[in-house]
């Protein structure tokens, strides 16, 4: 049974899709003014994981994250690009999909663009109206929060409290606080102004809020009540709460059984060493794509999930170093058992060398210790997942696994087909968890762990070394064996620095056969 931390009721519960077997969930997608943060990007990669491994456990996903492409921020960037408003926001939803391919994120099932939705948005406020949650006012429509008694349930505010929430938002400069009935009731519908994209609506020409999208578009692509809503924590309030009280008023139906939120994301000063919120006045805001400029996006990955997708999570130079080295660590592994495997001409064949007794081979490859790790790898690291996916623990699980085969076929040689097969299941097992997790430690760039350079020089050399060197017993299968494993030292994450084997040490390299 998976467990999930509930924002609403504040603890981890079982988690019981509506229909068995089918998880529907539905992620707040970018306002797409700019190119996304390295904290959108967090929140995208956590849901990333978390659909993953939904899917990996059996459940038949439908993911749906919606674009918001007319807002005030996209107008205002309009204005001072002297374009239109639908330009930016085509040209910086092309951007928002290229930036989070690149970080390895899965297209949702679905993605609507509030634009091209105006008709369903319109519809749902019209069911508001009806039902008294919601009144027109000069052009503009508003929700009226107090009909709603159950509205702060979800960020745990009680209405005053929330009161001031939206005193804040309106001091952003939405300037309609004069014909609310209100302080606390929001815009569903804002009349148009001179030179604002606007749609013809019965309240006469204007554009949906921002907060009436969502629930137009979840409703419609998922139903109600559906699975999952999720979000970074920043908004759960005012724009979760706001969500909840439209549909759940328009529906008499629960809105989202669960509600999930990741964490923040701060910063690592490298001068003080102290942690600092990401902001453009502190000139650390730090954009997706020129992160991944610097860092491969699987060691990205790699940093953001070694923390708990709700914790704060700390974003610097030296974390990002580690991160990449504790993903090298197990890259390395993984060709370490396809070297094995590759070498595994079965034993006592044709390949011997005729002149190595066949007793002189001691294969140390224990298969049944090996295929009994494996199977407490998969059952561990589903354990950790079903608990709220915890991701750090579940690497955790990955790298005792890694250390203990990195021992297991330390001194092994040539392979009889039992011991092949539990190689290749350790090996699968490794790529197939991390794949889950959303890295491939088996993409090219992967292989980059081991300079192209000492690989291609390895290959040089190969002829000239076998020609003047007598061939060791280690040499039998006519390619070498893995370096023997280093076992790391101390806890894991510190040890991670010293990944296995130093990446940047041709001695250490085994050469390759040319073919
Ligand atoms: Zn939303």
Redesign the pocket.
Known sequence: MIKLYDTRLRQKVDFEPVEPGKVAMYV?GPTVYNRIHIGNARTFISFDMIRRYLSWRGFEVTFVQ?VTDVDDKIIKRAGEEDRTAAEVAEEYTRLFIEDMRAAGVQDPDIRPKATEEIDTMIALIERLIERGHAYAAEGDVYFDVRSYPGYGQLSGRDVDEAESGHRELRADGQGLEDRKRDELDFALWKGAKPGEPAWESPWGAGRPGW?I??SAMSEKYLGLPFDIHG?GAD?VFP??EN?RAQSECACDSTFANYWMHSGMLQIANAETGETEKMSKSLNNFLLLHEVLEQVRPAALRMLMLQSHYRSPLVFGEQRVNEADAALTRIENAVRALDWLLEAGTPRGEAALAPETAEGELSAVLDAAALTDRVAVLRANFAEAMDDDFNAPAALGEIFSFVSDVNALVADATCLSAEEAAAGRAARDAIVELMDVLGIDVTAAEARAAYPVEVVALAAEIWPAMTATTPRLPWLTCWRPAPPPARRRTGPWPTACATAWPPSASPSRTPPRAPA
């Open positions: 707040c919606n907060h999208e969502c979000g908004l724009h979760h969500e």
